[in-house]
């Protein structure tokens, strides 16, 4: 059964750190892409940041330079760092991993930024 978990979510003021964590079982977690979409309120889900088997990294341009994603193939872990967050960096932050013929979310963790 494909499971993605996420956590570290909560309530920060702006300008605070935040991290996630996904920790996935029942997949091959090493052969897939993992990302983070968000979700805000009224808003569609946007992708937030992504990260290739072979660690290669790409991130949305509204979050370049305050966040990082990174893997731990032997945990089947993937993270997100968040610094500097800001009110509108508030959503729902979804795990996701993905190959060819293979789609898998987690259930989110609310991430809330305050001003």
């Known amino acids: 059964q494909v499971q993605l978990v996420e956590s570290g979510g909560g309530l920060v003021q702006a300008g605070r750190s935040l991290r996630l964590s996904c920790a996935a079982s029942?997949?091959?977690?090493?052969?897939?892409?993992m990302a983070w979409y968000r979700q805000a309120p009224g808003k569609q889900r946007e992708w937030v940041a992504g990260i290739s088997p072979g660690g290669v990294k790409n991130y949305a341009d509204s979050v370049k330079g305050r966040f990082t994603i990174s893997r731990d193939n032997a945990k089947n872990r993937v993270y997100l760092q968040m610094i500097s967050l800001k009110p509108e960096d508030t959503a729902v932050y979804y795990c996701n991993a993905h190959r060819i013929g293979f789609d898998s979310w987690g259930q989110g963790t609310q991430v809330t930024v305050s001003s």
């Open positions: 029942g997949i091959a977690f090493s052969i897939n892409t």
